[in-house]
């Protein structure tokens, strides 16, 4: 079984940018899509990004398009996140996903490994 650990979260003012890692126990992952989710308290788990291992394709939420950046190298991944906002305040989680396809993943259901998360907090 693999393991995922995300790091780099912390508190931050808004507008300001963190980047967020998400690294891998084995190699198995680089043959994983990467995705990205957040919770923040009171609300459901959310879809942020992911990237396919194939092509390198992303996806985001509109919520984060344009100012978060995934991106991958092997079994690790990155989140960069710029222009942050107080609403972006939550426990933010890295996910993989065994495919043969290059069509993106939103759904939580559909990831296999999670990390523990790392927490982001804006302050306004």
């Known amino acids: 079984q693999g393991h995922l650990a995300e790091s780099g979260g912390g508190l931050v003012q808004a507008g300001g940018s963190l980047r967020l890692s998400c690294e891998a126990s084995?190699?198995?992952?680089?043959?994983?899509?990467m995705g990205w989710f957040r919770q923040a308290p009171g609300k459901e788990r959310e879809f942020v990004a992911a990237i396919s291992w194939i092509d390198s394709g992303t996806t985001y939420a509109d919520s984060v398009k344009g100012r978060f950046t995934i991106s991958k190298d092997g079994a690790k991944n990155w989140l960069q996140m710029t222009s942050l906002k107080p609403e972006d305040t939550a426990v933010y989680y890295c996910?993989?996903?065994?495919?043969?396809?290059?069509?993106?993943?939103?759904?939580?259901?559909?990831?296999?490994?999670w990390g523990q998360g790392t927490q982001v907090t804006v302050s306004s």
């Open positions: 996910a993989a996903r065994y495919t043969i396809s290059t069509t993106i993943a939103r759904a939580r259901d559909a990831y296999d490994y």
């Open positions: 084995t190699n198995i992952f680089s043959t994983y899509d």
